[in-house]
Nanobody, 114 residues
Framework: QVQLVESGGGFMQPGGSLTLSCVVS????????MGWYRQAPAKQRELVAR???????YYEDSVKGRFTISRDSAKNMVYLQMNLLKPEDTAKYYC????????WGQGTQVTVSS
């Protein structure tokens, strides 16, 4: 059974940085395209970053140059480094394999406000 446990969120002022972590069990992160998604209040969940099995990286336009997705195959974890945070980054963040239908984790809340 696949389990996804996100952590690292919190409250941050604009311009700050946070690193989100996702512990993955049941699948190998190196064998799956993995993504970070976010869902803001009253908005649809959106994919903001993904890493392919070959290590290619893709980002949603609003986070390009500020967010970095990475994985640690040995630890079977996925990370999202978030820099230059903006209020519009406020959302609950989730990690999930892109092409495998598995239950969502509980997510981790990121709140950016002055």
């Amino acid at each position: 059974q696949v389990q996804l446990v996100e952590s690292g969120g919190g409250f941050m002022q604009p311009g700050g940085s946070l690193t989100l972590s996702c512990v993955v069990s049941g699948i190998r992160v190196a064998s799956q395209a993995m993504g970070w998604y976010r869902q803001a209040p009253a908005k649809q969940r959106e994919l903001v970053a993904r890493i392919t099995t070959s290590g290619q990286l893709y980002y949603e336009d609003s986070v390009k140059g500020r967010f970095t997705i990475s994985r640690d195959s040995a630890k079977n974890m996925v990370y999202l480094q978030m820099n230059l945070l903006k209020p519009e980054d406020t959302a609950k963040y989730y990690c999930k394999p892109i092409f495998v239908n598995v239950p969502w984790g509980q997510g981790t809340q990121v709140t950016v406000s002055s």
